[in-house]
């Protein structure tokens, strides 16, 4: 979700909806004290049922009404999970390009911050896991490991390999086999991956790698910053 300011009482938001993909809405009044839709409910990576005014081929739609579904019990009043949705929502809005419809795509981002938000242990390890797993639905998901002598993660072919690659875009095994199993552990079991803060900066940063070789237009991260100083 991305809000501009449109005008005085006013924004423009984007955001992901699973019958019309990205869509812009325009929201009058949010701003106002007694807005029908106030600003608190258009935070990142919010989950709302809408009931919308949607016209073919008109770029900017209009909301008639949004409230929360379901309500956040955790994410909006924990520092660590508020910074790490934000940081999500950050790469989400790099990431998701499309306007077509992709229901897949929204289940798994409904359910995966419904999860996060309903979690009582916090996981440190969501984030990665959580971008590991959304390469599925971009169309980039890594290649598994097939052979011992396959020593390198080549991240601009998302594979193991046996030799170097010529380029700078690669990793060793055992950092490749940490993506690997980012990617294919539950988020229920998540916690039983045991990463130093040190290590997982590191695995952080070659996920954005992948991310960057594997997005048109990605660019760097802001928020990456303070996610890490959070987690720290």
């Known amino acids: 979700m991305r809000v501009t300011t449109y005008s005085e009482s006013s924004v423009v938001v984007q955001m992901f909806t699973e019958k019309?993909?990205?869509?812009?809405?325009?929201?009058?009044?949010?701003?106002?004290?007694?807005?029908?839709?106030?600003?608190?409910?258009?935070?990142?990576?919010?989950?709302?049922?809408?009931?919308?005014?949607?016209?073919?081929?008109?770029?900017?739609?209009?909301?008639?009404?949004?409230?929360?579904?379901?309500?956040?019990?955790?994410?909006?009043?924990?520092?660590?999970?508020?910074?790490?949705?934000?940081?999500?929502?950050?790469?989400?809005?790099?990431?998701?390009r499309q306007q077509h419809v992709d229901e897949q795509l929204f289940e798994y981002l409904y359910h995966a911050?419904?999860?996060?938000?309903?979690?009582?242990?916090?996981?440190?390890?969501?984030?990665?896991?959580?971008?590991?797993?959304?390469?599925?639905?971009?169309g980039f998901a890594p290649q598994a490991q097939v052979r011992t002598d396959q020593k390198y993660f080549d991240l601009q072919e998302g594979s193991f390999t046996s030799v170097a690659p010529v380029h700078p875009y690669f990793t060793a095994d055992v950092d490749g086999n940490s993506l690997m199993q980012l990617l294919n552990t539950p988020f229920e079991k998540i916690n039983e991956i045991k990463f130093s803060n040190a290590y997982r900066r590191l695995v952080l940063d070659k996920i954005l790698i992948y991310y960057q070789l594997h997005t048109a237009s990605f660019g760097q991260i802001k928020s990456h910053q303070i996610l890490e100083e959070v987690l720290s």
């Open 20 to 96: 019309f993909g990205i869509q812009s809405y325009l929201i009058n009044g949010v701003k106002k004290p007694k807005a029908k839709i106030p600003m608190n409910v258009l935070q990142p990576l919010h989950l709302l049922d809408m009931v919308v005014y949607h016209k073919q081929n008109t770029q900017i739609q209009r909301i008639a009404e949004a409230r929360p579904a379901p309500i956040f019990k955790s994410i909006p009043y924990e520092v660590i999970k508020n910074t790490i949705i934000q940081f999500l929502n950050e790469v989400l809005y790099k990431s998701i």
């Open 113 to 138: 911050i419904s999860w996060f938000d309903e979690a009582d242990e916090l996981s440190v390890n969501f984030h990665l896991s959580f971008l590991m797993k959304l390469t599925r639905f971009l």
